[in-house]
């Protein structure tokens, strides 16, 4: 053993606060390769998991309980100085890369890249699925129901200005699932090609996100140009066009354009978030904490509803959401959009909902059940 390999093996055995930096990052880096041969390892299981369940007919590979339960376990154990947001993300990558080795999957989600929603579909899939964008909310559904792509991503609600009735609209004649839902933070930012805000003249963006950060934009940036655009990859590529401008964006999209991040969090409410959803050809199994989401409608009777939304007090179940549309069957007949807390297969949520269905003659269409997960 040479004494350069007998020095490294002596500091290992050394107490942290006793280590100079050099013996430090020796350290670091024998848990960097022990975490390699851990990944390795790891892999031989998933190419096993891949062989077993490539002898299993209409087997699914991408389970979004399995991948909550695994989240909710290191979550629930994790400890230290590392925030849980790191860990989350960490392990995604982990598992995206390991579920492209069983199988390559493709996600369409609403576009184009640099959205929101383009965001939400890299948080949730990470970064080895194969991904790309549509132009309505309509297309990624019929991209995912024709079968060229294995999952899709939409927009569904925002917590300041409420449902995106598109998606809902859709739901009504779509045998899609809902398989998960995505929950992220609306931050704003201020990317450029400029090296300093003084520089810019000019900032493009959304035209919603140009109204959700208007305080900062008057406070920060007086005098200067604002344009607002139909997208924000629009206002991106404007933005690249012209010398001296910057864009309101999210981070991703400082990559995606070669910007610098010039502000960040210029947004005027801090604490807005989106919801999105994933909607697949198959329901999820239970992951232990799941919600439901269902539509019903039925005929305009006095009291009817209060009757129908009493099953679920009955059983003890909490309802999260209730949305209301028009059918566009007839004038004045409606349909409701409702989350509960659980899963349809949950003895509870089965018995509510076959009441409905049986007891009341409520036409019932379960949209999915998929874990709750905002991570």
């Known amino acids: 053993m040479s004494a350069e390999e007998n020095g490294s093996e002596e500091r290992a055995d050394t107490p942290l606060d006793q280590l100079d930096l050099d013996g430090l990052r020796q350290g670091i880096d024998r848990i960097d390769t022990s975490i390699h041969d851990l990944l390795m390892q790891r892999v031989e299981y998933v190419v096993r998991v891949g062989q077993v369940k490539q002898r299993e007919p209409g087997t699914t590979f991408y389970r979004p309980e399995r991948e909550a339960r695994i989240h909710r376990r290191l979550e629930k154990r994790h400890h230290g100085e590392m925030p849980t947001s790191s860990l989350h993300r960490i392990f995604r990558e982990i598992i995206s890369a390991s579920l492209s080795i069983e199988k390559r999957l493709s996600v369409a989600y609403l576009g184009p890249e640099a959205t929101f929603t383009h965001q939400a579909t890299l948080k949730h899939f990470g970064g080895a699925f194969n991904t790309f964008s549509c132009r309505t909310i309509d297309e990624v559904f019929h991209e995912v129901e024709v079968e060229r792509a294995d999952f899709g991503v939409v927009p569904v609600e925002n917590s300041t200005e409420g449902i995106v009735i598109h998606t809902l609209d859709r739901f009504v004649d779509s045998p899609l699932k809902i398989c998960a839902e995505i929950q992220l933070p609306v931050v704003h930012n201020l990317l450029s090609r400029e090296n300093e805000p003084g520089r810019v003249k000019r900032v493009f963006g959304h035209f919603r996100a140009v109204g959700e950060c208007r305080k900062w934009l008057d406070r920060h940036m007086p005098g200067v140009e604002v344009i607002q655009t139909k997208s924000t990859a629009e206002a991106a590529e404007k933005c690249l ?135």
């Open 241 to 375: 066009g012209k010398k001296r401008s910057a864009v309101i964006a999210g981070i991703y999209a400082a990559d995606d354009y070669g910007m610098m991040l010039l502000a960040e969090h210029i947004e005027d409410k801090p604490g807005n978030a989106n919801r999105f959803l994933v909607v697949g050809n198959k329901n999820p199994d239970r992951s232990g904490k799941d919600k439901t989401s269902l539509m019903f409608s039925f005929q305009d009777q006095q009291g009817f509803l209060h009757r129908v939304l009493g099953i679920f007090a009955q059983k003890g179940i909490n309802l999260t959401r209730i949305e209301s549309r028009p059918s566009k069957r007839r004038a004045w007949d409606y349909l409701f959009f409702v989350d509960l807390e659980g899963h349809q297969d949950d003895p509870q949520v089965a018995e509510a909902l076959e009441e409905l269905s049986q007891s009341f003659g409520v036409f019932t269409k379960v949209l999915g059940s998929y874990p709750c997960r905002a991570i």
